[in-house]
């Protein structure tokens, strides 16, 4: 499958400040999701953005797309210490009436006190 | 959304030997799916499955390998057999109940071979 990836690989902040992760993909999408797993549990689905739309915000996240760019940002402001945690994008592509994602390589946020 | 369970939640396994991991859905689903999560890596599908159909395996995964069953609307089965060390992932099922493409996933499956 073809991954996305993301940047940075891991990122390591102040609680009370805001967190930049990005996510490159390859090929035309329907959907870009942001995932949220902790400590190598299943994952939280974060927020969707369609492919038809530029930017998307739910509480403390702000999600942006480009898809001239093939790129996804994912913004946590007022970053807390329950936000250290792996981040993924995901990206869908339509199959037999279904959607499957193909997860992009992650980020791993620490968020200290 | 779902509440998604699965057993067990770990386990640790000789080389050789199989185990079949049950994922247990709270609602009706048409499509479940199967990702792999090698140590540190991001996931990967293996596999989706249909009620009263055969799984479509992603390229790389076989169904000798990786048997699927889903024998109804809220539970389906992965089993891996034949381990390897190579194996030693977390196994995660999921379900997109939305209808949007948002899928919601199980705890997950820590299976570690020796």
């Known amino acids: 499958s073809q991954q996305g990836e993301e940047d940075p690989q891991a990122l390591s902040i102040q609680e009370g400040e805001n967190a930049t992760m990005n996510c490159s993909y390859k090929t035309s999408i329907n959907n870009l999701q942001w995932y949220r797993q902790n400590s190598g549990r299943g994952l939280v689905h974060l927020i969707l953005i369609r492919s038809n739309e530029r930017e998307k915000h739910s509480g403390r996240l702000r999600v942006t797309l480009d898809t001239s760019k093939k790129s996804s940002s994912l913004l946590i402001t007022a970053s807390r210490a329950a936000d250290t945690a792996s981040y993924f994008c995901?990206?869908?592509?339509?199959?037999?009436?279904?959607?499957?994602?193909?997860f992009g390589t992650g980020t791993q946020l620490k968020v200290e006190l | 959304s779902a509440v998604i369970s699965q057993k067990p939640s770990r386990d640790i396994c000789q080389r050789g030997t199989s185990l079949t991991i049950q994922c247990q859905v709270d609602?009706?689903?048409?499509?479940m799916f199967w990702y792999r999560q090698q140590p540190g890596q991001s996931l990967t599908l293996i596999a989706t499955a249909n009620q009263g159909s055969e799984a479509t395996y992603e390229s790389g995964f076989v169904i000798d390998k990786f048997p699927i069953s889903r024998p109804n609307l809220t539970f389906s089965t992965l089993t891996v057999s034949n381990m390897s060390p190579e194996d030693s992932s977390i196994y995660l099922c999921?379900?997109?109940?939305?209808?949007?493409?948002?899928?919601?996933f199980g705890p997950g499956t820590r299976l570690t071979v020796t």
């Open positions: 609602s009706q689903v048409t499509m």
């Open positions: 995901a990206t869908d592509s339509l199959t037999g009436g279904g959607n499957k994602l193909t």
């Open positions: 999921s379900v997109d109940t939305s209808g949007r493409g948002e899928q919601y």
